[in-house]
């Protein structure tokens, strides 16, 4: 099971990575999450993304790519992974195909509308990487703590209204050529996410299933799905 999550900002990316994820026991590999924990070890390479990712920008090409193909070969990718958020541009779709031949890319479909108001509400657990929302679930049971290891959540700084209308300007600039690139290698698997977590995650397995991507048992049968 080797899929690609794309999408815009708040589309849902990391939200059914995270259910995947825990239900298939697939690894998840967000390059947002990547570089978020680059900055918060203050690395040289947090250093130098940082700069991009505060005002919405993308961070250079040669640097993502570099960053996506050492950890493809990390031995816990082998039996497959959930990619999110990565390719965003051609070359970087290009480039990825050299790196590994991939089953499925979801492109999950939301209205600017919605994602905007989803991400007003987003909340992340800095230890664990759980996406919680204050307006939609999951929703944290106790006050901004994650429910899994009690951490204070917090708010993205690119979550800031300014920098999620660039992040948008730049999603639009970018994803027309990668959406067309995997129409015509037929691994495109178009999915609405307007909808509640609950109505669009079973939507998404079956997609999977059907294309005989998804043919792994669950690892664990009670995950949360919204
Ligand atoms: P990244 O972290 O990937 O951010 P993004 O693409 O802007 O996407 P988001 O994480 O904001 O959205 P998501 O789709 O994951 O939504 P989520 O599931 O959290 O990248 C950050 C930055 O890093 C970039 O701006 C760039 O600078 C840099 N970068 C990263 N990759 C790069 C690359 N390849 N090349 C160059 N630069 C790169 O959901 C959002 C909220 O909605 C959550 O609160 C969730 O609970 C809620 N929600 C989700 N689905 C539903 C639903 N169906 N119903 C109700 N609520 C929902
Ligand atoms: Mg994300």
Known sequence: MKIVLIGAPGAGKGTYAQILREKYC???ISTGDIFREEIARDTELGRVVKSYIERGLLVPDEIVIEVVSKRLKQPDALRGFILDGFPRTLEQAKALDKIVDVDAVVHLVVSE???VRRLSGRRICPVCNRVYNIYY???PREDE????DGAQLIKRPDDEPEVVRNRY???YETFKPIIEYYRVSSKLIEVDSNKSIKEVFPVLEEALRRNKILQLQPCKEDVRVG
């Not at 703590?145 to 899994?148: G, N, V």
């Open 137 to 139: 679930e999951p929703k």
């Open 169 to 171: 300007r730049v999603f």
């Open 26 to 28: 697939i690894p998840h």
């Open 113 to 115: 509308e919605v994602a």
């Open 145 to 148: 703590k994650c429910d899994y």
